[in-house]
């Protein structure tokens, strides 16, 4: 693989676990912090069927909010902090490779914070961070850079050119720090907890949930390949959930007897 395809790949999956996270941020800036289980990065899932899901899409941005009694101002912080790196990454790369039409939809509009239209005044920002992070990865992956054609079939120029090499860089660095900052804050930095109070509904085994920096948090069964659980083992034979898995462990300690 070239490093601009290894660049592209980790731009990629920096952005994603971006919005992956960005609802328990949210919900971190409305929740006391605390360091009692359940890990907090699991709050959202325990609490699913209590609450209606938070739709992460249809929360206005941080930075045009105002945040008149925020529980948790580390989480506050990093919120806003992620929100303006990401939307400047997308001034940045719109000004270099944007060419679509004002009316074109995939257009990212710049602020114009003289205007008196709120609207036009925040530009794309009011669509938020996750409409943010998915225009960039477009960018990333040189999505809609091939020519298009009208309805009377002339063809017209794409609406946006290839990233250059310098610019795929600079994104994967922005995305990168954004997504450290997320896992920092949401305490899915190194660190070890053992799961209080419930063992492996499959075979009874210890449960241990691992977190680090740069890898979304995985949890861990102690007995070995001879445990049931219908995931793969990480490299030391031990049965794990990864990230995408964690609701369904959740989902099935719920449904055991407390030991
Ligand atoms: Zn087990």
Request: avoid cysteine; charge should be positive.
């Given at each position: 693989m070239t490093s601009d395809a290894i660049a592209r790949r980790e731009t990629v999956d920096a952005l994603r676990t971006v919005r992956e996270l960005w609802g328990e941020l949210l919900l971190a800036i409305e929740t006391p912090p605390t360091d009692v289980w359940p890990p907090r990065q699991l709050a959202h899932t325990l609490r699913a069927g209590d609450d209606e899901p938070l739709v992460v899409e249809d929360r206005a941005p941080l930075v045009l909010r105002e945040h008149p009694a925020p529980l948790n101002m580390t989480a506050l912080d990093t919120g806003l902090a992620v929100e303006r790196l990401l939307f400047g990454l997308a001034d940045t790369l719109a000004a270099a490779v944007q060419r679509a039409k004002?009316?074109?939809?995939?257009?990212?509009?710049?602020?114009?914070?003289?205007?008196?239209?709120?609207?036009?005044?925040?530009?794309s920002r009011t669509h938020g961070l996750h409409f943010a992070s998915v225009w960039i990865e477009g960018r990333v992956l040189d999505e809609d850079t091939e020519p298009e054609q009208q309805l009377d079939g002339t063809p017209t120029a794409p609406p946006f050119e290839p990233l250059p090499p310098h610019l795929l860089h600079e994104a994967r660095r922005t995305a990168r720090i954004a997504e450290g900052r997320l896992l920092r804050t949401l305490r899915l930095d190194q660190r070890e907890t053992p799961v209080p109070d419930r063992t492996c509904p499959w075979c009874g085994g210890e449960l241990t949930l691992r977190t680090t920096p740069d890898e979304p948090p995985t949890v861990t069964c102690s007995t070995g390949p001879e445990c049931a659980a219908p995931v793969s083992l990480d490299e030391r034979g031990r049965r794990a959930w990864g990230w995408r898995d964690l609701a369904a462990l959740v989902a099935a300690l719920s449904t055991a007897q407390p030991q």
């Open positions: 004002p009316d074109d939809p995939r257009r990212w509009a710049f602020q114009h914070p003289g205007a008196a239209d709120a609207r036009r005044a925040a530009g």
